[in-house]
Nanobody, 129 residues
């Protein structure tokens, strides 16, 4: 059972930056695909960024391309989300997720919450002046 513990988040002004971290409990993390999702009240959880376990492919929702960067450090079993040029519409609760990847058969699957079994506790990101 993989446990994910998130840190980071908070309040930032439009145009600012934040970095989210997600630490995994096991070194098998390096064999997991990982992703970041966000959710606002009344809406479904949305995939923001993801990457596979053993490749250099990265997946982003169009609204964050060229602003957000997902990265992972498998030595420390941690995944990061660097968020730059933040906008008010980026506000939400952000979740990290991981999975062995058995359900991630197509590119679009990486940004679907149904593809992941392990989830962090969530952290609030608020972009407001």
């Amino acid at each position: 059972q993989l446990q994910l513990v998130q840190s980071g988040g908070g309040l930032v002004q439009p145009g600012g930056s934040l970095r989210l971290s997600c630490a995994a409990s096991a070194n098998t993390f390096k064999y997991h695909a990982v992703g970041w999702f966000r959710q606002v009240p009344g809406k479904e959880r949305e995939g923001v960024a993801a990457t596979g376990a053993s490749d250099s492919r990265y997946y982003y929702v169009d609204s964050v391309k060229d602003r957000f960067t997902i990265s992972r450090d498998d030595r420390d079993s941690t995944v990061f989300l660097q968020m730059n040029s933040l906008k008010p519409e980026d506000t939400g609760v952000y979740y990290c997720a991981a999975d062995w990847g058995t359900k991630l058969r197509h590119t679009e699957d990486y940004l679907r919450p149904e593809g992941y079994d392990y989830w962090g506790q969530g952290t609030q990101v608020t972009v407001s002046s």
